[in-house]
């Protein structure tokens, strides 16, 4: 396992007027982040939401995959479902690993737009690799995280790229892909 852990920020967001929202937990992210998670190591996927309503769909949906039928039908799912842990708040989220790992984690924030402190893949998988200090990579829902989070970043880490100008990749599809330029086989080195 490595030091990584994630968030899925669902509160504070923008929405595509600008508007700051509370987005949606949706059963796919759930899913399909976990299982991403659960394939390159992660240590924990938080699903970060301060809706009451919106945890407790959360709860019946792991519950079915986790104590339900689903864990017998399908003991993958409920394996990717035991990195996944609901908190309330950013705060929460930062305060468990710093709990679990007894110091500050690095944030990394991730954003379609490239910043001053963005970070290249090769630079944070070495620190990643090398390092002791844990990593919390903060993904956004809608159309991206608030200001106020992304300065609260140590880091932002570029965008992905296509080799068109369309830029607006699922939420479940950046995390994949993140996962796996900082966490999968390095077959893009010589060997």
Known sequence: MSNVYIGLLHY?????????????????DLHD??????????????????VEAQQ????RILGYWTDGYGAEYNPDRYRAFQVL????????????VEAECGQRPLLITTDARTYPNSIAYQVLRSKIQT??????????????????????ADYILEPIYGPGEYNHLSVRSAVAIILDRLLGEAWFSEK
């Open 12 to 28: 504070p967001i923008y929405n595509k007027r600008m508007d700051v929202i509370t987005s949606s937990i949706t059963n796919l």
């Open 33 to 50: 982040i976990a299982r991403s998670s659960a394939t390159y190591g992660v240590q924990r996927y938080f699903v970060i939401h301060p």
């Open 56 to 59: 407790a769909l959360a709860k």
């Open 85 to 96: 842990r609901l908190v309330d708040s950013l705060e929460a989220a930062f305060a468990e």
């Open 131 to 152: 390092g002791d200090q844990p990593v919390l990579i903060l993904f956004g829902t809608g159309w991206g995280m608030v200001k106020e989070v992304m300065q609260q």
